[in-house]
């Protein structure tokens, strides 16, 4: 699989690649993070994977296929989103969507669903999607981008394969990216440290900036699920970080604080409180 165009994210594209070479294409995918250019950028590409005419690797970029997918004209490429409001994604969108998915595509061998601000969908509109994602024809291809996944709903969530984007390497995104990975270090470290007092020091600088929260609890989750796949002997990230959280709790443990951290990002995109949700989940991380 090609990325002309698509710098950064090494570990998300050789996934994808290792996805494709084994011919595990899932029928859904999930792109989340906070760079929206960069999340439209790679559903672009891979709607235009899905189309593209080239013989070898793909998307070549050059097939009238491409172009029109890049274009935003190829009539097997359908594209909605959903506004500035938290549900501003109607329902009446996806029943379109699921009564069209049924009809065979017009040019390519496969049918692309691209539904950029999937998180913004009302409940309905997910439940709508559901029906479709449960049994989709074979030819479908539905690639959702948004911020976090955690607003959408778990059994969403569970019929695609969740991709994490990191941040653009801008001086600017590059800063806020170092200051993530620095807090969330500490909060790794805070969570065995044998007093309660370090974890509230670090979690108090996350209150007051939601989009901070929502990045350092999205690569907190990534750390205590590594430190999962490691504590059950898999493999995995073996960061320091992750090597210091298998040292020093079970297994078990580790799931629950993964499971803690995932219910905060829901929380959180829910428009939860964001004192009481750092306060709720400090609680939860230090719980025996």
Known sequence: MRFD????????QRRLCDIEENGRMPHAFIFEGADEKARHALALLLAQWAVCTAPGD??????????????AGHPDVFSAQGGAGSRSFHVDVIRTIREDAYILPNEAQRKVYLL?????????????LLKIL????????????????AGLLPTVRSRAQIFTLEPSALPEADTAQKQVEELTGLLAAAVAAPHEYELLAVSGKLIKDKDRLRAVLQRLALVFRDACVCSAGSGGETTGQVKQLCERFTAGRLLSML??????????EQNANQTLLVTWLCAKLRMK
């Open 134 to 149: 449960e049994e989709p024809p074979a030819y479908v291809l539905f690639i959702l981008t948004c911020v976090s996944s």
């Open 116 to 128: 950029e601000g999937a998180d913004t969908m009302t409940e309905q509109a997910q439940n709508a």
């Open 259 to 268: 499971e803690a951290t995932q219910q905060a990002q829901r929380m959180l």
């Open 5 to 12: 165009g698509f710098t950064g994210n090494t570990r998300l």
């Open 58 to 71: 793909k998307p070549c970029g050059v097939c009238a296929a491409c172009v029109k997918a890049k274009k």
